[in-house]
């Protein structure tokens, strides 16, 4: 199962990317990327947040696929799978907020309802992920007392 979620988070993470890129390519044929909310950024600072949030975003899978690789414990398969369910949550969010701007970008809502389903392919996985781990300890219990 550990190559099954460090190939969904791939998966994922590419996708998260591609995402990136689609809203990048009008500035490749001479049309603006500015996102019309209102506030225009004159400062890098103004946007260090944002920039942190999305380092944040992007770096909790990677650090999660180290993870899978390298800790089997229950309380971490636990907090891995918190953590998909987590980005399923954002992901389904940033959907909604992709289909509320208009004109709507089908092409962007496509890639983030498969990014949904990558997601819950990941929930998915990682719960079963979990719930071996239940019963490797629960077995390894019985054992111990025979």
């Known amino acids: 199962m550990a190559d ?19 809203a990048l390519i009008p500035l490749f044929h001479g ?3 500015l996102a019309p909310h209102g506030h ?15 380092l944040a ?4 899978p990677l650090m999660a696929m180290v993870g899978i690789c390298f800790f089997d ?7 891995h799978l918190w953590l998909t369910l987590v ?8 959907l909604v907020v992709d289909m509320s701007i208009l004109p709507v ?3 962007q809502v496509t890639l983030m309802a498969w990014l949904v389903a990558v997601g819950l392919g990941l929930n998915r996985v990682a719960y079963h992920w979990f719930r ?4 490797q300890s629960h077995s390894q219990g019985l054992q111990s007392t025979h």
């Open 4 to 22: 099954q979620l460090i190939a969904l988070w791939t998966v994922f993470l590419l996708g998260t990317l591609f995402h990136t890129q689609l």
């Open 31 to 33: 049309l603006s990327v």
């Open 40 to 54: 225009v950024a004159t400062d890098i600072s103004e946007i260090s947040s944002v920039l942190w949030l999305m």
């Open 57 to 60: 975003f992007f770096i909790l």
């Open 73 to 79: 414990s229950r309380q971490y398969r636990l907090a």
């Open 87 to 94: 980005y399923s949550v954002l992901n389904v969010a940033h």
């Open 105 to 107: 970008a089908w092409y």
């Open 132 to 135: 071996e781990s239940h019963r």
